[in-house]
């Protein structure tokens, strides 16, 4: 469980996360396994930092989007909503700011409910559970 001095230095609405006491690519790997614990795979990793050197020629610090899915819960709201692929998979980050490494994961709450669809609730109140849960286990 995080401690409240590591909650510290994340305020955004949309997402859920917290800096944590790791390099940046044990972090990586330790919030790949803890999705994975909570059934979910990495379908997508863009590597930001790589990427602005590579399109723009500018130093980016390290950043990268993981996108996590959980298959029964995708599968579960896609045969409510065929659409929502639009939203997914579900995006977590992991970046440096001075010196510290950080954490987060979209609120898929916050997400889904551009939709207007109150059927994706519970499937959404499911990510945000696990979401939370592999962050807290830093």
């Given amino acids: 469980m995080m401690s409240e001095e590591s909650k510290k230095g994340l305020q955004v609405e949309y997402g859920y996360g917290c800096s944590v006491d790791m390099p940046f690519q044990k972090a990586i790997e330790r919030i790949t396994e ?5 059934g979910f795979g990495i379908l997508s990793r863009i590597d ?8 723009l ?3 980016f610090p390290n950043y ?3 996108g996590a899915c959980n298959p029964p819960i995708a599968y579960e709201s896609l045969q409510v909503e065929p659409n929502l692929g639009l939203l997914l998979p579900c995006n977590v980050i ?32 499911k990510v945000n559970e696990k979401l939370n849960r592999a962050i807290d286990r830093f």
């Fill in 34 to 38: 803890t999705l994975k614990e909570e």
């Fill in 48 to 55: 930001v930092h790589e990427k602005m050197k590579e399109k």
């Fill in 57 to 59: 020629g500018v130093d």
């Fill in 64 to 66: 990268v989007i993981l």
């Fill in 94 to 125: 992991v970046y440096e700011n001075e010196g510290r490494t950080f954490v987060a994961a979209i609120d898929a709450k916050k997400m889904l409910s551009i939709v207007g669809n109150p059927l994706l609730e519970d499937a959404a109140g």
